[in-house]
Every structure is written in structure tokens, then in C-alpha cells.
T-cell receptor, first 115, second 115 residues
């Protein structure tokens, strides 16, 4: 079974600075998808960024980018120019390539933005 | 284009009562997933359904919990004889057929409180 590990329960960053959230996963599959979701206090789960394992290029969405290291099974999220609205729980998630399998989530990292 | 609709937003039940949580997937999505989130924890998979079929219920407790996604109408997560430990946020998500890179679209969740 796939597992997703987020080893940082909490992180904090100064506004306008850069922060990196860590995620590792365990799988025997060669093709899969990885995601970062954001859950602000409103509780709504919001997709931040996705990465296809067969793509070598790291995904980027505006201030959000990932560092995908397939051999190391690592998928970190970098947030540049942090803003107050980035304060939230961030969840890393894994999904297999075939079919519509379930997403497996990590335990989350709570990000605090310091004004 | 309405997203995933969950209702009610909040639900209070006394111990021993039944709880019914409803989820209407995003238009065009044929796959529904239910997750449970305990306070300060990540999302735990419960069940994956397609219309009239349960595809994966490996995360469902063996007793008191059931789910359905009928041909017409929303998906229902039913909890019989609720206990205090059932208090949690229950999230529904949907995805389209054949697009594993899509991830999910989440509803806003139902917060169940058992008193």
C-alpha cells in the first residue's frame, strides 16, 4: 500500500519570504500522480499544484513550485513571496496511474505566516 | 458550474441516532469519494463509489457505516447509532472518468457533532 509522510507538523515563515514543505512517499509503481492541497480555516480543500511522475520537469503555478525527486520519492512544495492568505494546512497526496484510484493523503503541515 | 455540494454543513446528533450526509458530485463527474477528518488530523479514505456501485470500501468501519450512490440523486453516507467518536468532518470529493491526473474536487464538508 502507498504511504505519504509529511514530517513537519508545523512551519512558519515571514511574510514575503520563501518556505519549503516536505513530503515523501512510498510506492512500488513507476507511474503515478502527486498533489498538494491547501486547507484554510474555512475547511475547503483547494488543489494547489499537481505533478505527473513521468514528467521530469517540476510543476510550477505562480508562486508555488515543487521539487520532485523520483528516485528519492520526495515531493516538496516551495512557496515564494509568502502572503498572509497562504496560512493554512497543506496536505501532500498520492494517486496511482491506473483507473480512478483513491488519493492517499499525508498528515499535513500547518503553515503560519508571520506579518 | 456548481462544484461538489455537500449538506448539511453542520449536523448535531445525539448518541444512538442516525446521521445522513449528502453529496452531489460536480457536473460531469461519475466518481465519488468519502473521507473523514478528525480534529488536527489528515483525511482518511472511507469509500469510493460510482453510480450504483461501491468500488472500494476498504476504509469504511465494518459496522454502522454505509454508503450509496444511486442512479438518481446524491451520494449518501449513513452512520447508524452514532457514538462520540464519530464526531468529525466528513468530506466528499468527485472526479471525472478516466482522468487520474485530475485529482479531486472537494465539497465543503459536513461537520458532525455527536452529543
Amino acid at each position: 500500500a502507498q504511504t505519504v509522510t509529511q514530517s513537519q507538523p508545523e512551519m512558519s515563515v515571514q511574510e514575503a519570504e520563501t518556505v519549503t514543505l516536505s513530503c515523501t512517499y512510498d510506492t512500488s509503481e513507476s507511474d503515478y500522480y502527486l498533489f498538494w492541497y491547501k486547507q484554510p480555516p474555512s475547511r475547503q480543500m483547494i488543489l494547489v499544484i499537481r505533478q505527473e511522475a513521468y514528467k521530469q520537469q517540476n510543476a510550477t503555478e505562480n508562486r508555488f513550485s515543487v521539487n520532485f525527486q523520483k528516485a528519492a520519492k520526495s515531493f516538496s512544495l516551495k512557496i515564494s513571496d509568502s502572503q498572509l492568505g497562504d496560512a493554512a494546512m497543506y496536505f501532500c497526496a498520492y494517486r496511482g496511474y491506473f483507473g480512478n484510484e483513491k488519493l492517499t493523503f499525508g498528515t499535513g503541515t500547518r503553515l503560519t505566516i508571520i506579518p | 458550474n456548481a462544484g461538489v455540494m455537500q449538506n448539511p454543513r453542520h449536523l448535531v446528533r445525539r448518541r444512538g441516532q442516525e446521521a445522513r450526509l449528502r453529496c452531489s458530485p460536480m457536473k460531469g463527474h461519475s466518481h465519488v469519494y468519502w473521507y473523514r477528518q478528525l480534529p488536527e488530523e489528515g483525511l482518511k479514505f472511507m469509500v469510493y463509489l460510482q453510480k450504483e456501485n461501491i468500488i472500494d470500501e476498504s476504509g469504511m468501519p465494518k459496522e454502522r457505516f454505509s454508503a450509496e450512490f444511486p442512479k438518481e440523486g446524491p451520494s449518501i453516507l449513513r452512520i447508524q447509532q452514532v457514538v462520540r467518536g464519530d464526531s468529525a468532518a466528513y468530506f466528499c470529493a468527485s472526479s471525472p472518468q478516466g482522468q487520474p491526473n485530475y485529482g479531486y474536487t472537494f465539497g465543503s464538508g459536513t461537520r458532525l457533532t455527536v452529543v
